[in-house]
């Protein structure tokens, strides 16, 4: 399979690259197989349970720099409602598919999302 135009444009030019501090909440995950050893720092900001601000910061190939480019475009302005439904197959869709050797990429991205909006649960629940 090729690389979609989708998947190449937010490889080469990617949506919210950068980090938040202060942030609402934070995910650092990582994933080592297949030769890869991509590491994805994922900050965002949250008002009124809807994310107002996504940042990534990754050491990551060029599946995982699009997954999560294609994230933080779809993430802003959402609600966590909707983010914690969000599946690895909603960014294939996004990205117009990708090469099944990049899978580990979108599961990767989705993950640091949930556990960022896990952070912000903990953090705003536990008062």
Avoid at 52 to 64: N, P
Avoid at 87 to 95: H, R, V
Wanted: glycine share 8%; hydrophobic share 40%.
């Amino acid at each position: 399979m090729a690389f979609s135009d989708k998947y190449l444009q937010h490889f080469t030019h990617p949506i919210g690259v950068g980090e938040f501090d202060p942030y609402d909440g934070i995910g650092e995950v990582e994933h080592s197989g297949s030769g890869c050893f991509d590491r994805i720092k994922l900050t965002m900001r949250i008002h009124n349970d809807t994310v107002t601000d996504i940042a990534f910061r990754a050491r990551a190939c060029s599946g995982t720099i699009a997954s999560c480019s294609a994230l933080a475009d779809f993430a802003a302005g959402k609600s966590i409602s909707k983010l914690l439904e969000m599946k690895a197959d909603t960014l294939i869709n996004m990205l117009d598919g990708i090469p099944e050797n990049k899978q580990h990429s979108v599961e990767l991205a989705v993950k640091a999302l949930k556990q960022a909006l896990e952070y912000y649960w903990n953090t705003n629940n536990s008062r």
